[in-house]
């Protein structure tokens, strides 16, 4: 029985709504006046308390999704770019993945890191290699990281994970600090978690990988996360463990994507129905090559167009979420889905264990990567790229440190109020970033950006004071934020 209230995995992500909604879907993928008045329904709407959007419910977004009329869908991507302006601008978050360990008791068998690949070396960061690779990842200019580990209770206990994490905030390289850490580990208990939260983690990042619980139970035939409940009702542990920030995800390719699509609809309305605000972030990546793994044995997979339709719907349906996606996608892909709704990347990104120290910009190790990466090129690379097309690549962390997290950042992000600290942090940020790291030809690019997007901070107070900080960031003193 669907109840979006309960704590039970197969209640609130119910096989039998999923059905229900695909062929609701599929009855209705051509009903003009329906989709109308779904399209009119998501549209940002201007309030006494600033532009606020309704969002959809999951069988709403699926008709959009199931729509394939080309006009619709054009109406679609501009109803998505309109909602991404509303709420984040022409702003970019950039972070890393760190990979920290590779061993894994578990066999996903998409991935090659499963425990029955023999072909893959086996690596776990020590404290000391952990300094040298956020060191790494500060000299390109990174404040933000992901951390990524198998699950092996063994070689990596969660103290490893909590030992790591005080090891990276502690790192002040130069001008350098990471300042978020967001984690995505295994899911565990209740008790974990809180842990994780002591340690000040930034969000707390599961993949669901596929809702559909068969397909779940095949593509992890073994080891703890073969569990599907237990996997699917993680976001609810990590909350009660006082986890406010949670970022949701599915593997694209690996099932049918329309029954994924509401699946992850569904665990967002789920997670506000039952801990009052929805997931902080939805990453999208999709299934690649990699040691041991071929995704062409995936018949499920997606093409670019399909993707950038499922990135649109995504933003139109919960448009106070954040959405990711990783040097999985290519400089091409990356272009598309950005203006439809994509606000955070990752940029000169290294998926092995170990794979930023002692490496050039051009070298990368593939022993041990978990996947091959499409976009090879530097964060100064990505950092240009993004401002020549007029995006601000923004290095902010600063909700989390501004205890801004949950629902206090959803009731600002929700009326719009959120961009008075994020465009003038994202230029303050950003002056950093071409003070320390940037190359001549990206510096030379981004103050020109910054000297235009200063004046787009609305309110005169945090404009003055942003304009002040951007001199003193300019004379040395660095980490300010609204
Ligand atoms: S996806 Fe995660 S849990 Fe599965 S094999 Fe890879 S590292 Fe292990
Ligand atoms: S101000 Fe908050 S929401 Fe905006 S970019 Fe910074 S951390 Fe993100």
């Not at 532009?51 to 069988?59: I, P, S």
């Not at 360990?101 to 499963?114: A, D, E, G, K």
């Amino acid at each position: 029985m669907y109840n979006p209230k309960s704590l039970i995995a197969e209640e609130f992500i119910s096989d039998e709504e999923i059905r229900a909604t695909l062929e609701y879907a599929d009855q209705n993928k051509n009903n003009i006046e329906l989709i109308e008045q779904i399209l009119e329904k998501a549209a940002p709407k201007k309030t006494g308390r600033g532009v606020e959007c309704a969002g959809l419910t999951h069988r709403e977004a699926s008709v959009l999704l199931a729509c394939d009329i080309p006009e619709v869908t054009e109406k679609m991507y501009a109803l998505a770019r309109e909602i991404k302006q509303a709420f984040y601008g022409n702003r970019i978050v950039m972070f890393a993945p760190l990979y920290l360990s590779n061993y894994c008791v578990n066999q996903c068998v998409y991935c090659p890191y499963h425990y029955q690949n023999k072909e893959i070396p086996r690596k776990k960061l020590t404290q000391e290699e952990i300094i040298a690779e956020v060191t790494a990842l500060q000299d390109m200019g990174h404040k933000r990281l992901a951390i990524e580990a198998g699950e092996d209770p063994v070689n990596n206990p969660i103290e490893y994970i909590l030992e790591c994490i005080d090891t990276i905030y502690s790192i002040k390289h130069k001008n350098g600090a990471i300042r978020r850490v967001n984690v995505n580990i295994a899911a565990t208990t209740v008790e974990n978690y809180r842990r994780l939260k002591d340690v000040g983690i930034g969000t707390y990042i599961l993949f669901q990988e596929t809702y559909h619980k068969e397909s779940y139970e095949k593509l992890h035939p073994a080891g703890p996360k073969h569990n599907y409940a237990y996997h699917t009702e993680a976001m609810d542990r990590a909350m009660q463990g006082g986890i406010d920030d949670v970022g949701l995800g599915v593997l694209f390719g690996l099932d049918m994507y329309k029954y994924e699509f509401a699946g992850l609809l569904m665990h967002a309305e789920h997670l506000e129905a039952v801990h009052g605000v929805g997931p902080h972030t939805i990453s999208v990546p999709r299934v690649k090559r990699a040691s041991d793994i071929d995704p062409n044995v995936f018949d499920n997979s997606i093409d670019d167009d399909t993707f950038a339709k499922i990135i649109a719907c995504i933003r139109i349906a919960v448009p106070y979420t954040g959405m990711i996606i990783s040097t999985r996608e290519n400089e091409s892909c990356r272009n598309k889905v950005l203006g439809l709704g994509v606000s955070q990347i990752s940029g000169g990104s290294r998926t092995s264990v170990g794979g930023y120290a002692g490496y050039s910009a051009d070298e990368r190790p593939h022993d041990t990567e978990q996947f091959d990466v499409s976009d090879q090129r530097s964060l100064d690379e990505v950092v240009k790229w993004l401002m020549d097309m007029d995006y601000i690549p923004s290095f902010c962390t600063a909700c989390y440190r501004e205890g801004r997290t949950g629902d206090r950042f959803m009731s600002l992000c929700k009326v719009g109020q959120i961009q008075n600290c994020c465009h003038p942090n994202a230029l303050m940020t950003l002056q950093e970033y071409l003070e320390d790291y940037a190359s001549p030809e990206t510096k030379a690019v981004g103050e020109a950006l910054i000297s235009r997007e200063i004046h787009n901070v609305t309110n005169p107070k945090v404009k003055a004071k942003a304009i002040e900080n951007l001199e003193v960031i300019k004379n040395g003193n660095r980490d300010f934020r609204f």
